[in-house]
């Protein structure tokens, strides 16, 4: 049996963000608990033990429900929940699926095995609903490129900073010398 994998664009996941009509932050971002209510998502936190202590975060689509790991970040848990909020919007067809986050490198632009365009599009899920490519710019722009400003306005690690300006880089949006 052949998998079929969609992959949706940056316009696309862009487009369905807004046709959701989630309510925004005060720094233009979304507020992601206010998104689970309106999807009807839970939310619990868990303790990892050996098998799970990699796993930053998993949602189960049958029981419409995030768990995220206690022992992560705020930051780390922030964005893994606008992560897991991707699953939930993008590939909430699979019945079953739970996606476990782990403490690992995907290539944001590797998609040759449906798993992994999975994580990244829900990677960039959440960055838009964290970060939204108009916002990253300005603040890129405003806060001089300094990434341990914009890390600290967006509540986000650097390293996602870093990954952020280089897909956007990548795709023309920005350039390193943008003022």
Do not use: C
């Amino acid at each position: 049996m052949k998998i079929e994998k969609r992959q949706y664009s940056l316009s696309e996941i862009q487009e369905k963000i807004a046709n959701g009509n989630f309510v925004k932050n005060i720094h233009g971002g979304y507020l992601l608990f206010e998104i689970l209510k309106q999807l009807n998502i839970a939310y619990d936190e868990f303790k990892p033990v050996d098998t799970l202590k990699n796993v930053k975060a998993m949602f189960s689509h049958n029981e419409r429900k995030i768990l995220v790991n206690k022992e992560i970040t705020d930051e780390e848990k922030y964005f893994a929940i606008g992560h897991e909020i991707g699953h939930a919007v993008l590939h909430g067809d699979q019945k079953g699926f739970v996606d476990y986050t782990r403490d690992v490198q995907i290539e944001m632009l590797r998609d040759d095995y449906p798993k992994i365009a999975h994580e990244t599009e829900a990677n960039i899920f959440s960055y838009e609903l964290i970060m939204p490519t108009y916002l990253f710019i300005e603040k890129y722009k405003e806060f001089d490129r300094d990434i341990k400003k914009i890390a600290e306005y967006f509540s986000l690690e650097e390293y996602r900073i870093l990954k952020r300006l280089s897909y956007l880089m990548d795709r023309n949006s920005i350039s390193s010398n943008e003022q």
